[in-house]
């Protein structure tokens, strides 16, 4: 069943109406459940038409997801459909991909030695994938099969997905030669005496993908409150805990 932003606001404030949460009380929401409130026309001082108001667009946020200016880096391969990662939509670090892949981690800077490059933070990482990317490695011309993974730093935003689509692996790695892959974002290391394609999936703080419609961004929404439900208990408990913290 899919609630909208407005029920779902609902039911996480158990109920309350607008007027009994204190103004001075308002500064101190959470930033999801901002958005849900306001969702749901509950009268929280934030302007409405600008950029400040998605909460998620913000340097300080690793939420991911839609918002109707977008900001941060867009998706560009295949047509601007896929992030380099795999992902269509970013997330936060830690969850589990939009197709459901769930991370390892996160995993200590020294538990990552393997990657060719120094990771500053805990990571989390997916995969290696069921899907292994088959090509024509032209520096040792020989045909080769390799599995994949993708990991991100832990309280950033996240692309990494699962993909099943050789043509996005082929705009990603390129023709097989190693000197012209992108190294910022791929690269090829080994892990365990095996050769495997890493791809780093961290994304700037504050990044989310444009979109214009509606439902795209009431769906948002819906998730944001299902997920903050989800860290509190099932709803019924999500709406006493919740309206404790906003209510006076």
């Known amino acids: 069943m899919r609630f909208g932003p407005a029920l779902a606001a609902s039911l996480l404030l158990g ?15 959470d930033p999801t459940l901002r958005e849900i409130m306001r969702a749901a026309d509950v009268n929280i001082p934030i302007p409405i038409h600008t950029r400040s108001n998605y909460y998620n667009t913000k340097s300080t946020s690793n939420a991911g997801g839609y918002s109707r200016p977008g900001s941060g880096p867009q998706p560009t391969f295949l047509g601007g459909a896929y992030y380099g990662g795999g992902a269509k939509v970013p997330y936060t670090a830690g969850k589990a991909t939009p197709s459901g892949v769930q991370p390892r981690g996160p995993v200590s800077p020294a538990g ?10 805990p990571v989390f990482v997916y995969g290696p994938y069921g899907y292994h990317y088959g090509y024509h490695n032209r520096t040792s011309n020989r045909d080769e099969d390799r599995q994949i993974e993708c990991s991100c730093a832990q309280y950033s935003v996240c692309m990494c997905d699962e993909i099943d689509d050789d043509e996005f692996w082929d705009e990603l790695v ?13 690269n090829v290391t080994k892990r365990d005496g095996k050769d495997i ?7 700037p703080n504050g990044t989310t993908l444009k979109s214009d419609d509606e439902d795209d961004y009431e769906e948002y929404l819906t998730n944001a409150a299902a997920r903050l439900a989800s860290a509190i208990g099932v709803w019924p408990a999500a709406a ?7 209510l006076f």
């Open 240 to 246: 006493l805990a919740v309206g404790a913290i906003v």
């Open 197 to 203: 394609i890493v791809v780093n999936g961290t994304l």
């Open 112 to 121: 990552m030695t393997y990657w060719p490059g120094l990771w500053l933070t």
């Open 174 to 186: 390129g023709d097989g030669d190693y000197s012209k892959l992108n190294k910022t974002l791929v």
């Open 15 to 29: 109920g309350v109406s607008a007027s009994a949460i204190r103004p001075a009380a308002r500064n101190d929401i």
